[in-house]
C-alpha cells in the first residue's frame, strides 16, 4: 500500500470492519471537477438504464444512472487511475480490488424524494463479505440531507427485501426478509451521517443500512457512488431481475465473480 493511503486511512479500516460505515475525508478532492464534467456528459446522454424518480408532488425530480463507467471517460479514468482501488482494498481486507459499478444520483434542489431505508446486497447478483461504497458527493452536503447508515447493521445477519421506490418488489418471490421499521427504531440506533464537502466520501459495506432523506436546499445534491468487491466475491443468482441488471453475464451461482465488466483495478496490471 502506498503512504498516501496509509496516511489517508490511519486506524479507518478497524473502525469500518466494525461499523461497516466511515468518512474519509478529502481522499477523492483531486478527481471533483473530473467527475463533476462525467456527470454533466451523462445527464446530457443518460444510458438506457437511466431512473428518474419524478414525484407527485412536482418538486424537483431525481436523477439516477448505472454503469457508465466504460462510455463515460471521465468516470473511466476515476476507476482505472485513482486510489480508489487501492483505498477499497484496505477497507475491505482484501489483497485486491474488483470494480462492480457506478451509480449517478443528483437529487435537484427541493427534491422531496426520500431514499428509504435499504441494504444494497440483496438487489446485487454478487455476494461475499468484502465489499464497499464510496458515496462521493460533489457539492456540500449539510447533515440534514446526507445519506446515513446504520452503524454495525452489516453485522446483523440479514438480508432485507429489495423494494423499488414505488413500494413494490424488485423479485416476484425471495426468501428476504422485510425491512423492520427503522423510523420507529432510530433512538435505539446508531445513526451515521455527516457535514460532507467535495473530496470527501462516505465508505460502507454492501450490507449496511442506509437511506437519504429528501433534498430541501437550495443546491444540488450530486454524487458519484463506486462500488467495490473483494478476494471473496462471487455471483449471486436472484430471483429475478437484478439492479442493476446485467443479462450478459453467462456466470452460475457460487461462481468467482469473474467477468471483463468487473475488472481488477487493484493492485494494478503488470
Known amino acids: 500500500m ?7 486511512l490511519g486506524d479507518t479500516t478497524a473502525s469500518y470492519q466494525r461499523d461497516g460505515v466511515v468518512v474519509l475525508r478529502q481522499v477523492f478532492s483531486p478527481w471533483i471537477e473530473t467527475l463533476r464534467a462525467g456527470i454533466d456528459a451523462l445527464m446530457a446522454d443518460p444510458s438506457p438504464l437511466e431512473r428518474t424518480v419524478r414525484p407527485a408532488d412536482g418538486s424537483a425530480p431525481f436523477f439516477q444512472d448505472l454503469c457508465n463507467w466504460q462510455r463515460i471517460p471521465q468516470f473511466r479514468s476515476f ?38 431505508w435499504h441494504q444494497d446486497q440483496p438487489y446485487y447478483c454478487v455476494e461475499g463479505q468484502q465489499s464497499v461504497s464510496f458515496w ?9 440531507i446526507v445519506m446515513e447508515c446504520i ?16 413500494g413494490t418488489r424488485l423479485y416476484e418471490k425471495d426468501d428476504f426478509e422485510p425491512m423492520p421499521d427503522i423510523e420507529a427504531m432510530k433512538d435505539s440506533l446508531d445513526i451515521a451521517g455527516w457535514d ?14 442506509h437511506g437519504a432523506p429528501a433534498n430541501k436546499s437550495t443546491r444540488p445534491r450530486r454524487v458519484f457512488s463506486a462500488r467495490w468487491v473483494g478476494d471473496d466475491a462471487v455471483y449471486a443468482k436472484r430471483a429475478g431481475r437484478t439492479s442493476p441488471p446485467l443479462p450478459e453475464l453467462t456466470l452460475a451461482d457460487g461462481d468467482p465473480f469473474d467477468a471483463p465488466i468487473f475488472p481488477v483495478v487493484y493492485p494494478a496490471a503488470s
Open 136 to 144: 462521493i458527493p460533489l457539492d456540500p452536503v449539510p447533515r440534514d
Open 2 to 8: 502506498s503512504g498516501n493511503v496509509d496516511q489517508a
Open 79 to 116: 476507476v482505472l487511475e485513482s486510489n480508489a482501488g487501492e483505498i477499497a482494498a484496505r477497507l475491505m481486507r482484501s489483497r485486491t480490488a474488483r470494480f462492480f459499478h457506478d451509480h449517478v444520483l443528483v437529487k435537484q434542489p427541493g427534491s422531496s424524494t426520500v431514499t428509504p
Open 151 to 166: 452503524s454495525g447493521s452489516h453485522l446483523w445477519g440479514k438480508g432485507f427485501r429489495p423494494m423499488r421506490f414505488d
Open 196 to 209: 460532507m464537502q467535495p473530496g470527501d466520501a462516505i465508505a460502507f459495506s454492501f450490507r449496511t443500512v
